[in-house]
């Protein structure tokens, strides 16, 4: 593609070119000489109807005679380089510059002053006088209303031809400077299109290779700067997404493998007698705890794969978060009994009607309880408590726990990231429980925040759309 692109591009300017010249060559000339021609004529025939007008006259009202005359005319067809004839109606030349013998009577056997028509030039040999073409003008001598002969003018048609020989040099120099000074389209042509767009087709074929880090170095703030950026910031985009999918599939592989190798190793061991029979109840017991921690982390995987943030389907209504909080709090009762944990519930009003999606939002509620029981230490109090501050309503969820390293904060949002000082408590984490709340709360155009001090404790707290109260 890209070399057609130049070829066309160069074949067309060659073209551009080509028809330039044959216009020039073809025209030109034509229009050229037609101008000289008539330009020369006009002056001859204005200096012939002086010449009639003046020497002329005189010659036929007997006030001067002929040697004058010829004398005078000679003179000036040396100064206009040119021949000068005063002919009679019947074609004899009475006085001709350019002959040698004034005193041999020369006639013009076929001569016809009509014969241009209205042009008041002719181009020829001038009815055989001429052995070269010559231009000629013809202008009458009257006195007393009657034709006494005419006065002609000659040049010859050589001097014409190299007039028009040098105009036409002027023509095509300029012609040549023009086409030359065009060439630098054809140098901003190939600056500003072909070689940038040469370096994004080689960047979308390395794209096209899967080398999503190759960088399209075109930096001009035009068409093609935008292009190559698009490309740059798409191709970077695909690489994190590449990247993302490949730590992705680690870790769930990573998370997957560990249980499994562990019910493998303890059911393998429980057949050959490794374990005894009188043990195997305590390590089904340790079996079953792999399950539920690979059913968690597959129902885990299924909910973000089902959230996938853009696309998201939100069924939003207007429900009591309030309500909510509760019922959340109540299916942790038993969890709560067994660590003697208290769950305080610092609620605002009776009943707080938010504008959201009640089973997501019933779910980070959830997770965020979660881990707040997993990573809080025996007889310790959790809170949660729900504000309304400026037209928003703030959801926090409070521990005693054992806090995150601010060095984690920024990660704990990220899928399958466990902080280490979590594994301790919680054996069966997946590390997803954060991401799929950041997915719900973006989808809802929401935020999450986390005030955490290790050793102390940690507070969760998200904001949602208080519910329109006329619509209640
Ligand atoms: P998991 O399902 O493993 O708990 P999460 O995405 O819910 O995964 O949490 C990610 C990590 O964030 C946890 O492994 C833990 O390190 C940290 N974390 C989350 N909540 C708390 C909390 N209340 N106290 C201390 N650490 C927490």
Redesign the pocket.
């Known amino acids: 593609m890209r070399h057609t692109l130049y070829l066309k591009f160069i074949i067309g300017y060659v073209i551009f070119g080509l028809f330039s010249f044959l216009a020039v060559s073809l025209f030109v000339p034509r229009i050229t000489r037609e101008y000289v021609i008539n330009q020369r004529a006009q002056s001859l025939y204005s200096e012939a109807s002086l010449i009639a007008d003046t020497y002329a006259k005189g010659l036929y009202s007997s006030r001067t005679s002929l040697e004058t005359v010829t004398l005078q005319l000679d003179s000036l067809s040396v100064y206009m380089d040119a021949d000068i004839r005063i002919i009679s109606p019947d074609g004899i030349i009475i006085l001709d510059t350019a002959s040698s013998d004034p005193d041999t009577a020369v006639v013009i056997p076929n001569f016809d002053p009509s014969s241009g028509g209205s042009s008041y030039y002719l181009v020829g040999n001038f009815f055989g006088s001429f052995d070269e073409e010559v231009l000629s003008v013809i202008c009458p001598i009257i006195t007393k209303y009657r034709t006494k002969g005419y006065v002609t003018i000659h040049i010859s048609m050589g001097e014409i031809e190299a007039q028009c020989n040098s105009l036409l040099n002027i023509s095509y120099i300029t012609l040549i400077i023009m086409f030359l000074l065009s060439l630098i389209i054809l140098i901003f042509f190939t600056i500003l299109v072909y070689i940038p767009l040469r370096k994004i087709t080689k960047g979308a074929e390395s794209f096209a290779d899967g080398n999503y880090h190759y960088e399209v170095n075109v930096d001009s703030r035009d068409e093609m700067g935008y292009l190559a950026a698009a490309l740059n910031y798409m191709s970077g985009k695909i690489a994190d997404s590449e990247d993302d999918q490949k730590k992705f599939i680690a870790n769930v592989s990573h998370d997957f493998r560990s249980p499994l190798t562990s019910i493998k190793g303890y059911l393998e061991a429980m057949l050959d007698g490794t374990i005894p029979p009188e043990m195997h109840e305590k390590y089904l017991g340790i079996v079953l705890n792999e399950t539920e921690r690979l059913t968690k982390l597959t129902n885990g995987l299924l909910a973000l794969n089902n959230l996938n943030t853009k696309g998201m389907h939100l069924d939003i209504t207007d429900f009591d978060i309030n309500d909510t909080v509760r019922k959340v709090a109540e299916t942790f009762e038993g969890t709560c009994r067994k660590k003697s944990i208290a769950i305080e519930l610092v609620l605002t009003g009776e009943e707080l009607y938010v504008h959201a999606d009640k089973g997501r939002i019933e779910q980070i509620i959830y ?1 965020l309880t979660d ?2 029981v ?2 809080s230490n025996h007889d310790s109090v959790i809170k949660i408590e729900t504000t309304e501050k400026k037209n928003k309503i703030y959801v926090s969820v409070k ?1 005693n ?4 390293p601010p060095e ?1 904060i920024s990660m ?1 949002f990220n899928r399958f ?3 280490d ?2 594994r301790g408590k ?1 054996k069966k ?7 799929i709340v950041k997915e719900i709360l973006n989808a809802h155009s929401e935020n999450i925040n986390v005030i ?1 001090t290790p050793g102390e404790g ?1 507070e ?1 707290i998200f904001s949602l759309q208080p519910s329109d109260p006329d619509e209640i």
Do not use: E
């Open positions: 997770n881990n707040a997993k990573f521990d726990g054992i806090g995150i984690d704990i990231y466990k902080s000082a979590s919680d984490g997946t590390g997803l429980g954060l991401s955490s940690s969760f």
